[in-house]
């Protein structure tokens, strides 16, 4: 069978957690890996034993001929480097959120299309063990027929932990809801719905966000709803990105390395039901544990070999992934224009972008990029 070439775009953290995954995996080969800094190219290319070694995205792929480029950069790069390494026809995983609206979205999904590469975007909890077993118990017919689901993020303020977390949230919700078919938000800042003046540059490069705790309640097929909650915590506490499944015969929940069932669908902690059980966590079979790299990266690496063969696209696909920007974007739409919005929007444009322009607002200015220096400035700003 095909062992497929892959080309790493990006050395710091997520790219050395691409790079882990792909290397132990038995059917694809390292050919390639590019950064700008070359102490990061050397840390990695020696831990990886790639030799090939680039500060040029475009001499890497002629040069190494990769089938894959992966792009794990910062979120303000994706969309000029997808649309750079699309250029050459190669295949791409780029990490989420794919781009940071949905003009940029649109674009790179047509140029994909034009040049024939498959888009896959790093939702790794989607496909990591913890989701196989949920997914199993699920289609098992495990809980009866969904009715409900629920998720919330780790406690980053609320417009950055949407576009942060929430794209792994929304991911996850989709794999069961299937389509989400309008939203209807609530955010507020400073215990106050938001204003145009709340509008402000997100942390991490991921684009233009507002509020500090955001409620969004969404529809899907077959009239399932879902509720997102992406609250600010005063401290971070990444057990609360979570996820649970409400159907009429019981419940799954599920968490970055945990699977658990209810096979009650309304328990009640008396004593008198059965409490819930942890479900077997699902890896591939070729999967090492002593590996470095994460067991839901080497899965995410494992769908897209077998997407290939297949001829079919990624399940974390770029329309799955343009579809979440859709719920993220309709959520800040619907809290800024106090309505109902419907998927998919007719106007791509970023709705808080748009909102502010109207209110007669210059965009907003820059602020730092690291989230703890940008939370510092932020809530300097609300306390005055």
Not at 5 to 32: D, E, F, K, M
Not at 180 to 190: E, G, M, Y
Not at 254 to 281: M, Q
């Amino acid at each position: 069978m095909k062992t497929y070439r892959i080309a790493i775009l990006g050395c710091r953290g997520r790219g050395t957690a691409a790079a882990r995954a792909y290397h132990a995996h038995p059917r694809t080969q390292l050919v390639g890996i590019c950064d700008l800094v070359e102490e990061r190219r050397d840390t990695l290319g020696d831990e990886v034993n790639v030799t090939a070694r680039f500060a040029d995205v475009d001499e890497m792929i002629q040069e190494t001929a990769p089938d894959i480029v992966a792009i794990p950069t910062g979120t303000e790069f994706h969309y000029d480097l997808c649309m750079r390494v699309l250029e050459h026809g190669v295949h791409i995983e780029v990490e989420k959120p794919m781009c940071i609206d949905l003009v940029q979205a649109d674009a790179v999904i047509a140029k994909a299309a034009a040049k024939g590469g498959q888009v896959a975007v790093h939702h790794q909890g989607r496909v990591g063990a913890s989701m196989q077993a949920i997914a199993r118990a699920f289609h098992a017919g495990k809980i009866g027929d969904l009715r409900y689901i629920y998720g919330s993020g780790k406690g980053y303020y609320g417009g950055y932990g949407l576009m942060n977390i929430g794209t792994h949230t929304l991911n996850n919700m989709l794999h069961f809801g299937e389509q989400c078919r309008s939203v209807i938000a609530h955010l507020t800042t400073d215990g106050k719905s938001i204003t145009p003046e709340d509008v402000v540059p997100s942390p991490s490069g991921m684009g233009t966000i507002a509020g500090e705790y955001i409620t969004a309640t969404m529809q899907f097929t077959d009239n399932v709803t879902g509720t997102l909650l992406q609250h600010r915590f005063n401290k971070m506490d990444t057990g609360a990105y979570a996820m649970e499944l409400y159907g009429t015969e019981g419940r799954l929940f599920w968490k970055s390395g945990g699977a658990w069932w209810l096979p009650h669908p309304r328990y009640i902690p008396d004593g008198t039901h059965d409490r819930w059980e942890a479900l077997e966590l699902i890896y591939p079979e070729h999967y090492d544990a002593k590996n470095p790299g994460s067991e839901a990266d080497y899965w995410f690496v494992e769908e897209y070999v077998n997407a290939l063969d297949a001829g079919r696209e990624h399940v974390c696909s770029g329309k799955e992934a343009r579809h979440i920007i859709e719920i993220m974007m309709g959520i800040f739409e619907s809290a800024a224009y106090g309505e109902r919005v419907q998927l998919p929007q007719a106007d791509r444009r970023h709705p808080l972008r748009r909102w502010r322009e109207e209110a007669g607002l210059e965009p907003p200015a820059e602020m730092p990029r690291g989230y703890w220096e940008w939370l510092a400035l932020e809530s300097e700003r609300l306390a005055q």
